[in-house]
């Protein structure tokens, strides 16, 4: 059992920045790919970013088109914990942010991963 706990969402002025963190319960967190995905009012989730586990081939990290360049996933094993590190913010990037766990390879599809925290809102004014 996996269990992720989103936090650092809020509320900020567009042109602003805010960081994610993603704490996740257990031993086996550097295995594990770890995904961010929104989902905006009215709007289908949304891939945003997301980085493989230890042991996965491939490529290291993805960003979605719409953040790459002002969006980084990170993460740091030592603390089980993934961040979202999100600047340039947009109004258009207002929604709840989902952290999500699969094993070891990274995906860009949401019905892939197995594991999900509560989410965290961003809200981006203009």
């Known amino acids: 059992q996996v269990q992720l706990v989103e936090s650092g969402g809020g509320l900020v002025q567009a042109g602003g920045s805010l960081r994610l963190s993603c704490a996740a319960s257990g031993p086996t967190f550097s295995i594990l790919a770890m995904g961010w995905f929104r989902q905006a009012p009215g709007k289908e989730r949304e891939f945003v970013a997301a980085i493989s586990g230890s042991g996965s081939i491939g490529s290291n990290t993805y960003h979605a088109d719409s953040v790459k360049g002002r969006f980084t996933i990170s993460r740091d094993n030592a603390k089980n914990t993934v961040y979202l590190r999100m600047n340039s913010l947009k109004p258009e990037d207002t929604a709840v942010y989902y952290c999500?766990?699969?094993?070891?390879?990274?995906?860009?599809?949401?019905?892939?991963?197995?594991?999900w925290g509560q989410g965290t809102q961003v809200t981006v004014s203009s």
């Open positions: 999500a766990a699969r094993a070891f390879v990274a995906t860009m599809k949401s019905d892939e991963y197995v594991h």
